[in-house]
C-alpha cells in the first residue's frame, strides 16, 4: 500500500547490529565499535533486538545487517519464520547481510560444528541459506563456551581479484575463536559465491576444495557477507591477561596487522554497497562542559543551587550524579593549565583521552566549566558563545509572548556523549537547572533516537537539548503530550523564519515529531527525506512536569541524508548567507519558548491547530493500518485534546466507513515511507 501523500526516499542510513538471544556482549561491543569507526558519519550504527527486527518498520532505512558472534541456535529460537523471512526479504530487495563466526553458520543452507562431540555438537539445516552450502566447524580445534581457550590470530590470504576496491592486503591475520569454512566454497561460483578469503593454514575439518574462510554471496537483488573468523575484532579490545603468555603474543601478533584487517573489512563493506570512511575514524575524547548565560547573575544563581550537591575531593570539587560524575571548575581558577584541561586533546587520566579501544563514557569524570562571562572563543572554538547569545538577544526582542528564558543559560560541549543524557539522565543536576536551559555540542559519541533510532551526529548537525518545566495546573487545558509537536513547530518555523528568503525552505514535519523535507537531488520527483529527530523525554516532579527536548538538525552536513545548506542552496540560490548553528540555535530556541508560552496561555486552539496543519505533510494521506487489519484509512488531523492521530476509515472504492480511528504516538510509528500506520513494539 502506497502513500498518497508526498514521496518520501528511502535512504538507507541506518546499520543495524543484532544483540538478542544467542549474542555474546564481546561480540556485539566489538562488531560496534569497529563498525562505527568504519562507517560514521554516514551510517547510524544502530544495536536492535529480536522484536525490533520481527515487528518495526526498519527494512527501508536499514543498509546493512549485521548478525554478530554467539551461538547460532539462540538466533534461530529468535527469528526463525517471521524474523527469517523479514531479514530474507530485505536482503532479496537489495538490502546487504553481513555475519561473522555465529552470524556466517547461521547465513548458511547447512550448520556442521563439532560433529561428534557429545557436548559442542550442532547439526542442521537454517532457513536464511544466502551460502546454499555447508559451513563446517570449529576450523580450528580447542574452542570453548565462554572462554580464549581456542583463540588464535588465524592467517587468511586474501582473494584480491575478488575484492578490487582500495588497498587490499595479499594477507593478515584475524581474530578466530570457534568459527567454521564455507565447505566447496569455491564449487558455488554459478551461483552467485565468490571467496573473498582463505585460511593458510592446516583445518581441523574437512573443508571440501577450497578452504573459504570469508564469502560473498549475491542474494537477488542484495548480498552477504559470511565470516569464519572475527575480523571486526580490533587487537586494542582484547586484554592480554585473559590468557597465558602465547595468548599475549597472539594480541601482539592482531596488533601487528591492524591496517590490513581494516583495510579488508573496509573492501568487504564497501563489496555489499556500503560507503566507507577512508580515514578511519578514531574514538573522540570528551572534552569540558562549558556553562554561561547570557545574564551573568543566571549562572551565580545555578552555581548557587549546586553547591549543596558540591562534595570536596582534595583540591577538586565534585558532583556525584546517577550517572555522570561532574568536575566543578570554578572560574577564578582559569589559567593556562586549566585552558589546557578544557581541550578535549587532554592527557590527564579522568578526562577521557583519545583512545585507540572501547571506550566506558559513563566513568570518565566529565570537567564542568562555570563560567561568569561569555566564554572567550579560543576556549571553545568550534562554538562563539558572543555569536549565540548577540543573535539570542535579537531574536527575543522580536518575540511578542516575551521570550526571555529557552537558551539563555546553556551549556556547550565540543566533544559530549549526548546533550539528552548529560540532562535527563542526571536528576540531581536537572532539578538545579532552569526552564529553558539548553545543552549543546559539536560531536555526540552517544547520540539517542526515539525507539530504536540513533540520529547520527557528525559535526555541522545542530544538537542540543533543552530542560522545558510544565506546572502541573495546567495539564487538563495544555497537555504535556504536545511538547513533541510544539518542539516539531518550532524547528520548521525556525527554520522558516531564520533570515530573509528562508520562508520558501520545503521543511514540513512528519507525525509525531520528526522533520522532513525536499530532497534537492530529487525535487522535480517531491521525494522527502528526514532532515531532524526530536526525542522528548518527561517526567513528574515537585508539582511540574520536566521535559528534556532534544532536538538534532542536519544543518551543515550533507551525511547521512541531506542539510539546511544544501535545500537554501538548492531552493534560495545565491540569495543567503550559509546557515550558522550559533544563529539558528537561537532562532529555534526563541521560536520554541513563544510557542509553549502561549500554549500554556491557550492551549492548542484553532490558531495553533492552523499552524501545525500549515506545515504538516500527512493531510489527507491514506494509509494502512497495520494493527486494525490492514483497514484503508485517510489521515484528517490530530485530537486537539491529546493530539492523537485522526484516521478515517475507508470502505469500496475509498469511500469513508464513518469509522475514525484515533491512534497514540507512543504507541503506534509512522512509516510515511510505505504509508503504513503501525505499533510499536
Known amino acids: ?22 549474542t555474546t556482549v564481546d561480540s556485539v561491543r566489538h562488531c560496534l565499535y569497529t563498525l562505527r569507526r568504519l562507517l560514521a558519519p554516514h551510517y547510524a550504527v544502530i544495536p536492535v533486538t529480536a522484536d525490533m527486527l520481527i515487528k518495526e518498520p526498519w527494512t527501508l532505512t536499514c543498509a546493512l545487517l549485521v548478525i554478530p558472534g554467539g551461538a547460532d541456535l539462540g538466533y534461530c529460537r529468535a527469528l526463525n519464520g517471521p524474523g527469517n523471512r523479514r531479514i530474507e526479504q530485505f536482503v532479496r530487495r537489495g538490502g546487504a547481510y553481513l555475519g561473522f563466526c555465529a552470524g556466517g553458520y547461521y547465513g548458511c543452507k547447512r550448520c556442521e560444528f563439532e560433529v561428534g562431540d557429545k557436548t559442542y555438537e550442532v547439526i542442521g539445516d537454517r532457513e536464511l ?80 576444495s577450497g578452504a573459504a574462510a570469508v564469502v560473498y554471496c549475491k542474494v537477488g537483488e542484495g548480498a552477504a557477507v559470511l565470516t569464519g573468523p572475527h575480523p571486526e575484532f580490533a587487537a586494542v579490545n582484547l586484554d592480554k591477561s585473559a590468557g597465558g603468555p602465547e595468548y599475549g603474543k597472539m594480541v601482539d601478533a592482531l596488533a601487528a596487522d591492524d591496517r590490513a584487517r581494516t583495510d579488508f573489512l573496509k573492501a568487504c563493506l564497501t563489496k555489499l554497497g556500503l560507503q566507507v570512511t577512508q580515514n578511519t575514524t578514531t574514538v573522540p575524547s570528551l572534552s569540558s562542559l562549558h556553562i554561561s548565560s547570557l ?25 556525584k550524579d546517577e550517572n555522570d560524575t561532574f568536575r566543578i571548575e570554578k572560574p577564578e581558577a582559569w589559567n593556562m593549565e586549566s585552558l589546557q584541561e578544557a581541550l578535549p586533546d587532554d592527557s590527564k587520566e579522568d578526562s577521557g583521552k583519545a583512545e585507540e579501544g572501547i571506550v566506558d563514557y559513563n566513568a570518565i569524570v566529565k570537567h564542568l566549566v562555570i563560567h561568569e562571562d561569555v566564554p572567550l572563543s579560543k576556549m571553545t572554538p568550534y562554538f562563539n558563545h558572543h555569536a549565540f547569545y548577540s543573535n539570542l538577544r535579537q531574536y527575543q526582542s522580536q518575540m511578542r509572548e516575551g521570550a526571555r528564558e529557552f537558551g539563555s543559560s546553556i551549556v556547550y560541549g565540543e566533544v559530549i556523549t549526548s546533550t539528552n543524557t ?12 532552569p526552564n529553558g536551559f539548553t545543552a ?117 552536513n550533507a551525511s547521512p541524508t541531506t542539510s539546511l545548506n544544501a535545500l537554501a542552496a538548492h531552493f534560495l540560490g545565491n540569495k543567503t548567507a550559509p546557515i550558522t548553528l550559533e544563529k539558528l540555535l537561537a532562532r529555534i530556541l526563541t521560536t520554541f519558548e513563544e510557542l509553549h508560552t502561549r500554549f500554556l496561555r491557550t492551549g492548542f486552539d484553532k490558531t495553533f491547530e492552523d499552524m501545525y496543519y500549515s506545515d504538516w505533510l500527512h493531510m489527507h494521506q491514506v494509509v494502512t493500518l497495520e494493527e486494525e487489519g490492514g483497514a484503508k484509512a485517510r489521515i484528517k488531523g490530530i485530537t486537539r485534546d491529546y493530539g492523537l492521530l485522526l484516521a478515517e476509515e475507508l470502505g469500496w472504492d475509498d469511500r469513508p466507513t464513518g469509522r475514525i480511528w484515533q491512534l497514540q504516538s507512543d504507541s503506534n510509528s509512522f512509516d510515511f515511507l510505505r504509508g503504513l500506520v503501525r505499533r510499536k513494539v
Open 1 to 22: 500500500m502506497t502513500s498518497a501523500g508526498p514521496n518520501t526516499t528511502g535512504k538507507r542510513v541506518n546499520v543495524l547490529v543484532y544483540t538478542g538471544i544467542g
Open 129 to 208: 541459506a544466502f551460502f546454499p552450502g555447508i559451513c563446517r566447524g570449529c576450523a580450528f580445534p580447542g574452542f570453548v563456551y565462554h572462554s580464549e581457550a581456542g583463540a588464535r590470530a588465524a592467517v587468511l590470504k586474501v582473494s584480491k581479484d575478488a575484492l578490487n576496491v582500495g588497498i587490499v592486503p595479499e594477507s593478515f591475520r584475524s581474530y578466530y575463536n570457534g568459527g567454521g569454512v564455507f565447505v566447496d566454497a569455491p564449487s558455488y561460483a554459478d551461483k552467485g559465491v565468490e571467496v573473498l578469503a582463505s585460511y593458510a593454514e592446516e583445518l581441523n575439518v574437512d573443508s571440501g
Open 295 to 319: 545574564d551573568p547573575a543566571d549562572t551565580s544563581s545555578i552555581l548557587s543551587s549546586l553547591q549543596e550537591l558540591i562534595t570536596t575531593d582534595g583540591e577538586h570539587q565534585y558532583l
Open 422 to 433: 548529560i540532562l535527563e539522565k542526571n536528576p540531581k543536576l536537572l532539578r538545579n537547572l
Open 440 to 556: 549543546t555540542a559539536t560531536t555526540q559519541v552517544a547520540g539517542r533516537g526515539r525507539g530504536s533510532n540513533v540520529w547520527v551526529s557528525p559535526a555541522g548537525a545542530l544538537m542540543f537539548s533543552t530542560v522545558v518545566r510544565h506546572p502541573m495546573e495546567k495539564m487538563q487545558s495544555a497537555p504535556v503530550v504536545f511538547i513533541q509537536y510544539l518542539a516539531a513547530m518550532a524547528v520548521v518555523q525556525g527554520i522558516k523564519s531564520y533570515d530573509k528568503g528562508f520562508e520558501e525552505m520545503p521543511v514540513k514535519m512528519k507525525w509525531p515529531n520528526d522533520i522532513y523535507a525536499l530532497d534537492p537531488e530529487n525535487a522535480d520527483k517531491k521525494r522527502y527525506t528526514k532532515i531532524c529527530g526530536i526525542l522528548v523525554n518527561s517526567h513528574y516532579s515537585a508539582g511540574e512536569y520536566t521535559s528534556v527536548v532534544g532536538v538534532g538538525v542536519n544543518a551543515t
